[in-house]
């Protein structure tokens, strides 16, 4: 989920830190994370094809800067073997993702994860299978909804007061 600009920012900080204007402030840095996931919110991945015309812009050079600087990893360890969601009682989701990653999902996969879409419908938090599992969505207006939603249903099923704590940062 790392964009090329947000790649060249970790740079910069690393290099102004460091006093080292090699990549990364003359570090090693290692990557971790699954590319076949979800994209950065904004700005170009980090394996996207550049246009070459974005360099006329401060923010088009950062991209192209992150890129090069991605493109400076010379090792690179895949991991192979399924582990989060290993066992017999997960081999058909395993599969589906794996026909996801590869964009030859078939019709049992979509209904596999239709699913495990949250609708509208499944308004009792309380007794829901899902009431503790992450949730991704995509937008803050969502975020926020859901988890002043969320909060408020645990603390009515663990029998404990919600209080709320605003702020305003000043600068």
């Not at 970790?10 to 090693?28: C, M, Q, R, S």
């Not at 999902?105 to 009431?131: G, M, P």
């Not at 969505?137 to 909804?145: A, L, Y």
Request: charged share 20%; hydrophobic share 35%; proline share 2%.
């Amino acid at each position: 989920m790392i964009s090329c600009n947000f790649l060249t920012k970790i740079h910069d900080a690393l290099v102004d830190a460091k006093g080292n204007t090699a990549p990364f402030g003359g570090i090693n840095i290692i990557f971790a994370g699954d590319f076949a996931q979800l994209s950065p919110v904004s700005g170009k991945q980090l394996y996207a094809h550049l246009d070459l015309k974005c360099c006329a812009t401060t923010q088009g050079q950062k991209t192209i800067s992150g890129r090069l600087l991605w493109l400076l990893t010379n090792t690179v360890v895949l991991l192979m073997k399924i582990m989060c969601q290993s066992g017999p009682d997960n081999e058909g989701f395993v599969e589906c993702l794996a026909r996801l990653h590869e964009g030859k999902c078939t019709q049992d996969n979509y209904q596999l994860l239709q699913t495990r879409v949250i609708t509208t419908s499944a308004r009792n938090t309380k007794d829901c299978e899902w009431k503790d599992a992450p949730i991704i969505v995509c937008d803050n207006e969502s975020k926020d909804k859901l988890n002043i939603r969320m909060t408020t249903a645990f603390a009515r099923r663990t029998g404990r007061t919600l209080h709320w704590y605003h702020c305003t940062d000043k600068h």
